[in-house]
């Protein structure tokens, strides 16, 4: 596994050759037992020793956890992977890690946090003593500081994008039904349109399919809109702890409805939200 470099040195060389007066001598003989143990051997074993260390230096894994852990001097240069429920990752003491020693972690776990510990009180993680949250898709690098007596943390939130497709359930056909969504770390990024050609049973004010659940209660702006079901001078949209947007409209003097969609309605959405707890 991953184990800091050390600098080596030969052992065994002769870097001062036996005197030679000339003479024809048995101890002006050039002998390939002399030559090996005092030349060829030493470089073999430096050589050796040196391939070896960084073999295992640059050996990074990446090692899979699902279940809690603790990150050591094996770990150091190593891509961890972690992912699952309640999962813990403690952190061995940061002295006896040494000053420089650094691990990466990366969830690959799309909906639970992992918490990163430390095995002895008195270190900090960022200057503060306590755990860390390490959220979904992120990627966390952990550095011992220069003193040794607690650890440094680089986030690098995971990008994805992809499509989904906005429903208002039930049998509602669609003349444009698109959406789009980004995802960087734990925020998520929505783009939807609808234009409904007949609603059928579908619902008049709750669009559903939103790639993640969100976790808190997040608003949701409405673009452009047509042909509402009921006359309104501005609709608005709310995601709270689910996968669907609850749409409302403003009739005026201070009346709201929630029936917007019906035959024909046209509507452009977007928002953001986040999909867990922001540490």
């Given at each position: ?5 050390s ?92 000053a ?41 690098r ?96 709310s ?7 609850a749409?409302?409209g403003?009739t ?19 928002g ?8």
């Amino acid at each position: 596994m991953g184990t800091k470099y050390s600098s080596n040195a030969s052992s065994g060389y002769n870097a001062t050759p036996p005197a030679d007066d000339g003479t024809v001598s048995e101890a002006n003989k050039v002998k390939w037992s002399t030559i090996k143990t005092k030349l060829v051997d030493p470089v073999k074993d430096l050589a050796d020793t040196i391939n070896s260390e960084l073999a295992t230096h640059f050996n990074n894994g990446p090692n899979a956890y699902t279940a809690n852990q603790t990150l050591g001097l094996t770990n150091y240069n190593q891509v961890n992977q972690v992912s699952g429920s309640g999962v813990t990752l403690t952190l061995t003491d940061a002295a006896t890690l040494g000053a420089g020693w650094y691990t990466d972690i990366i969830s690959t776990d799309s909906s639970n946090n992992v918490t990163l510990a430390r095995a002895t009180a008195s270190n900090t993680i960022n200057a503060v003593s306590a755990s860390v949250t390490i959220l979904p898709l992120q990627e966390l690098r952990v550095i011992v500081n220069a003193a040794a007596t607690g650890f440094m943390t680089t986030r690098q939130p995971t990008i994805t994008m992809g499509t989904w497709a906005p429903s208002l359930g039930g049998n509602t056909t669609y003349t444009t039904q698109v959406g789009q969504w980004i995802r960087i770390g734990n925020v998520m990024f929505v783009y939807g349109q609808l234009i409904v050609n007949v609603l059928g049973t579908g619902s008049a004010n709750t669009v559903s399919g939103l790639p993640v659940s969100s976790y808190y209660s997040h608003p949701f702006s409405v673009g452009s809109m047509a042909s509402v079901a009921t006359g309104v001078m501005a609709v608005w949209g709310s995601t709270s702890g689910s996968t669907t947007i609850a749409f409302t409209g403003s009739t005026g003097a201070g009346t709201t409805t929630t029936t917007i969609f019906g035959n024909g309605t046209s509507l452009y959405f977007s928002g953001s939200y986040t999909v867990g707890a922001v540490t």
